[in-house]
């Protein structure tokens, strides 16, 4: 276990991080390339690291789905702050990051 403790910090600023950025509203946000590759790799990473921690198959597909339900709920909430709307682009993008997620983990050896 020691050997991940730094995929632990990396899950842990990412569980602060990823939320706050999603839920700033737009006017404090500089302007933004591609929102979509930004919430791939957000959520994708977020997904790698919670799954590389997990224990057991089921720990995986539990963590990844987990990931995938909150950047949902941080879509929704986006509903209640100034400049800032639910997307299914978006939400598509965190899917579509946590799958490749869940890819790269069934072809990368356990820790």
């Known amino acids: 276990m020691e050997n991940l403790r730094w995929e632990w910090l990396v899950l842990l600023a990412g569980t602060v991080l990823i939320p706050v ?43 990844l789905a987990a990931v995938f339900v909150a950047s949902w709920c941080i879509e929704l909430l986006q509903n209640y702050v100034p400049g800032r709307k639910f997307c299914w682009r978006d ?21």
């Open 21 to 63: 950025g999603c839920l700033l509203p737009m006017s404090k946000l500089p302007p933004l390339p591609n929102d979509k590759f930004l919430h791939f790799i957000a959520f994708g990473g977020m997904a790698l690291m919670a799954g590389r921690l997990a224990a057991t198959a089921a720990g995986v597909i539990a963590a």
């Open 91 to 111: 939400l598509a993008a965190n899917g579509a990051g946590v799958a490749c997620a869940g890819a790269l983990l069934a072809l990368l050896p356990a820790p």
